[in-house]
């Protein structure tokens, strides 16, 4: 059940500002693919072509960060903020980007640490130390 | 202001449980510097000893993931869960262990994408595809 | 799956404390339709009662802000929650009241625009400005 | 204290790509004052142009809804998240879009009241209706 | 620094809706402290009573809870939402109940053991167990 | 649908830090059932075996909380957090610990309740008094 219209392929086809992203996207990704987020962002293309364009922007630049990881760094944002639908599709995006079962279980070993001592900190309302100062 | 009390150098070294886990701390980080986090956990030794084990064994194990790729999963979760305490202390971390400024910049635009996807995804209740099932 | 029992509309009516608000939920939205969530809080009568007269009180009142808005208000808080339930009835709840597509289409784009800044603020750990203060 | 560098005027106008936003940021919104929070994002010019566009194409565009009403939306969603810096300074923009202190107060009732629900209906594990279902 | 004025006492005094509030809440509590929460609430009447009367029913009913119980559940909850006023406000006055150190060291293991293992069940997407069905 | 695979008692068997582990479980709950969280994180036979030590240590240690308030903590905060799963199985747990539906329901009063003035604390951005200081 969704709050929106997944659009089809023929639907996302009858609208050239929704075609020309999916076009993009079945080209960057080498897929015929285009998953349901997607198809729901198209019923409001600037925001689907707004969105897909810094998707691309920020894990397809070459930077200094490698894409498996900027994967795990998405896996951790979702799981903290309850995104099924987001860990879903980014632990599917780590599997293809070739991550190991030994990286995933790290992975998710550091995340329900964080998880566990984020819980320490706010439940003590620990004082920031003075030497973790950026500069300091 | 905390809800706990933080535990000194002195008052740490007179309970043995603390002392050893303080000196365990200072042997393992090879610093004299204990951080505000561990001088309120101290108000509970098997707390204390439980969660430094963790995060030794989470953080300091020889494993298939980058001490400094562990830093920035953990920045990510904090980020989420908005404590603001374990954001400082683990992005001083991660400047410890040479995050470049071009690295956090790129930490910091995955971490923001997936907090702006997160939401779409959650406002529109999109369902997880077929094709992002495990082992499918 | 649920954590308690949905109370049916025999159930309901045999309890006079939750027959009450059934009725008074009728009335007010002048439909027959009693959705799950207020079937879950009939476990407990007069919690059933302050939340539905908190309800009708908050989103009934005759204000300064238009009820579609309230909605967009509350799906809002209801998407960053993650409360999947929330998001689904009152997004029906502002289709019912009016809200048109291209509506419901910024809504999610300034819900999730906020979203990743949220997560910007909080990553750089931001200090308010204070041009920001209230009566400043 | 702050995780990154908050630029000063003239550390942003040595950078080129950092002065041009700078100087949009001013021209759009008649206003000399730049906040915090893009003077820490402009340690990473290109997504400082990305959020910056961002904003105004969100924030700024002719739309369907009042920029008001995003405002309250907006602060909506960073109450949720707990971001303290965005509840700040979209409170003083809601204020500067000539909120009044009765919508204010209205905002942040169904704010809370929908805080509210949503731990309810977490808790219950409330199944959604299908009479929710979107084109239901 | 606040979103909203908080009212001194002679403010309070002067409107009648909020004087009575604040007579109710130094009466029930037996003290003559009001705490920041109330006096900003106080901006809006109803909203203050609601929230009060609610607090009353809740917090001071003759139930099957103990007073400090529903305290540590208040700062559970709390401390998941990242609320820091929250967390203070609740652990002062678990402590006034005649909460124990050694109490509100458990509370705060059980607190960051639900945030480590919350994590691992979002991270893992682990489906509910047909066996927790509520009456099976 | 998960984003690991849940070990099958053939599975669990097989791998012998596994199958200890298990077999502790079912020897400290006196039954049989090993519910899904435990199969998922069987991928990863350490961090099972710790997080399992944390659980036996934390919820079943001989301290100064009930079992069955500590099992209404972890419901509070897997409330909060948004975690289906674990509403689930620590509901059922508390249901097993002998949870009346009294005790629930004053339960969820509660964490609605504290849900509710956590988004209020954090819309007006309330300063914490300095009253509530420990040890003040």
Not at 20 to 28: G, L, M, Q, S, Y
Not at 88 to 99: E, T, V
Request: glycine letters at 6%; proline letters at 4%; one cysteine or more.
């Amino acid at each position: 059940m969704t709050t929106v219209k997944l659009l089809t392929d023929a639907e996302a086809a009858a609208i050239p500002a929704v075609r020309a992203v999916f076009e993009d996207i079945r080209a960057t990704r080498k897929s015929d693919f285009i998953n349901n987020f997607w198809r729901g962002l198209a019923n409001d293309p600037p925001t689907l072509k707004r969105v897909w364009e810094s998707v691309k922007a920020v894990m397809g630049a070459e930077g200094t960060l490698d894409p498996l990881v900027k994967e795990m760094i998405y896996i951790a944002v979702s799981t903290a903020n309850g995104c099924n639908y987001c860990v879903h599709s980014h632990s599917a995006a780590a599997r293809a980007k070739g991550q190991t079962a030994a990286q995933h279980a790290e992975l998710i070993a550091v995340i329900s640490l964080a998880g566990q001592t984020n819980h320490l900190a706010n439940a003590m309302q620990i004082p920031v130390d003075r030497e973790f100062q950026f500069g300091g």
